[in-house]
T-cell receptor, first 114, second 113 residues
Framework: AQSVTQPDIHITVSEGASLELRCNYSYGATPYLFWYVQSPGQGLQLLLKYFSGDTLVQGIKGFEAEFKRSQSSFNLRKPSVHWSDAAEYFCAVARNFGNEKLTFGTGTRLTIIP | EPEVTQTPSHQVTQMGQEVILRCVPISNHLYFYWYRQILGQKVEFLVSFYNNEISEKSEIFDDQFSVERPDGSNFTLKIRSTKLEDSAMYFC???????????FGPGTRLLVL
């Protein structure tokens, strides 16, 4: 069965600083990979996804993520964070065939300081 | 932009009562899902639904749970006899096709007393 590990429970960065959120997955084949963001009291919004092709994917709000098969990782990055980026970030994996239930990581809470 | 909607946003119920959580998926989507998130824990898959039948369900989705698409627009999750441990945020999601992106609703926060 697939699994997702987000090793950082909570990260604090200064506004304007760069950001990298880590995600490692466990799956026998190349999975579908996703990053979702959850703002307080809100639902889950898709930031970006990787299905195949170019391993560096661009998403909304200036986020990007890089799929590294050798490291089983799909880390999320942003060159310069804004106060509005404060939220909970979830990495998720799905099988690449059949009905795609999402398996989520435990999430990383991002705090932005002025 | 089309979005998934859920009602109610919050529901408080007594243990043992039945609750129905409602979702309106994006109109041209064919695959529907329910997930839940217990406070402080990860989002967990409950069930997927396609062509008027369950495609897959997790071990959480026992006989107390059921899903239904009663008409062309709504997708419901029923918990027959709620337990304290059912308290969670319940998210509905839909996707256009198999393997396509799942779009989530804002969730229903259920509190069982």
């Amino acid at each position: 069965a697939q699994s997702v590990t987000q090793p950082d429970i909570h990260i604090t960065v200064s506004e304007g600083a760069s950001l990298e959120l880590r995600c490692n997955y466990s799956y026998g084949a190349t999975p579908y990979l996703f990053w979702y963001v959850q703002s307080p009291g809100q639902g889950l919004q898709l930031l970006l996804k990787y299905f195949s092709g170019d391993t560096l994917v661009q998403g909304i709000k200036g986020f990007e993520a890089e799929f590294k098969r050798s490291q089983s990782s799909f880390n999320l990055r942003k060159p310069s964070v804004h106060w509005s980026d404060a939220a909970e970030y979830f990495c998720a994996v799905a099988r690449n065939f059949g009905n795609e239930k999402l398996t989520f990581g435990t999430g990383t809470r991002l705090t932005i300081i002025p | 932009e089309p979005e998934v909607t859920q009602t109610p946003s919050h529901q408080v119920t007594q243990m043992g009562q039945e609750v129905i959580l409602r979702c309106v998926p994006i109109s041209n989507h064919l695959y529907f899902y329910w997930y839940r998130q217990i406070l402080g824990q990860k989002v967990e898959f409950l069930v997927s639904f396609y062509n008027n039948e369950i495609s897959e369900k997790s071990e959480i989705f026992d006989d107390q749970f059921s899903v239904e698409r009663p008409d062309g627009s709504n997708f419901t999750l029923k918990i027959r006899s709620t337990k304290l441990e059912d308290s969670a945020m319940y998210f509905c999601a839909s996707s256009e096709d198999q393997g396509e992106t799942q779009y989530f609703g804002p969730g229903t926060r259920l509190l069982v007393l």
